[in-house]
């Protein structure tokens, strides 16, 4: 089998969202649900929450197989920082490869984890990429379409099929990023995609996406 640990990165200067993390979500956090199931995902060789802040690890410290592994404090400085600063942690991971866990998904199963885990052990893939399929219509900035060009298509359940990056997790090879300093070429399976169930894959970025994402996880079926 191929070595391979999971991380979830985590900071408080979230700047669309204020500390969206650690505020109130469905009586807990999304950092809380999404340490939980950190907690039991014992498929991985090591289970880390990569933080600065010490809130954020006192939080972590609360459960008892997982690591905290410690960033730099310019690495979670609030916006867009130097990937080289923000993603340094990883190098002191001991495994071939990195499970970045995002925290932001409070919908995501373990189970889907999981198969996500057992498919990067079945397939040799330098990267990989959680995804969404989609027909949505996506133009340019110019207004050329770049999805959809038949214009006898007023529709999105036919045509081609697309895929949307869900953000709820990437698979990096830690020597590549050592070498390189960046995760992925963006070519041809370099990410890999991994699909997941589109009900899984609401992201918190905005308040409204708080909201939506609350109501969906007090709701859930799953």
Excluded at 23 to 36: D, G, M, N, T
Aim: charge should be negative; proline fraction near 5%.
């Amino acid at each position: 089998m191929k070595s391979i640990s999971v991380v979830i990165n985590a900071r408080l200067g979230s700047t669309r969202v204020k500390e969206k993390l650690v505020r109130p979500f469905a009586s807990k956090s999304l950092i809380e649900i999404a340490l939980e199931k950190l907690d039991v995902m014992d498929f991985f060789e090591h289970r880390y929450l990569a933080v600065a802040e010490n809130r954020l690890k006192k939080i972590g410290g609360k459960y008892k197989n997982i690591e905290i592994l410690d960033r730099n404090i310019d690495a979670v400085k609030p916006g867009v920082n130097d990937q080289k600063v923000t993603f340094a942690h990883y190098l002191g991971i001991p495994s071939d490869y990195i499970f970045v866990f995002n925290p932001c998904l409070p919908m995501i199963t373990v189970d889907t984890i999981k198969k996500a885990f057992e498919y990067f052990q079945e397939t040799d893939h330098t990267s990989y990429t959680s995804s969404i399929p989609t027909r949505d219509w996506i133009f340019d900035d110019n207004g050329n379409a770049i999805t959809n060009s038949d214009p006898r298509n007023l529709t999105t359940n036919k045509g081609e099929t697309f895929h949307k990056a869900a953000h709820a997790f990437h698979i990096i090879n830690r020597e590549n990023l050592k070498k390189n300093g960046y995760h992925w070429t963006f070519t041809p399976n370099d990410p890999h995609l991994i699909e997941i169930p589109e009900g899984e894959s609401i992201d918190v970025d905005e308040m409204l996406d708080f909201e939506f994402a609350e109501f969906a996880y007090k709701n859930k079926k799953i």
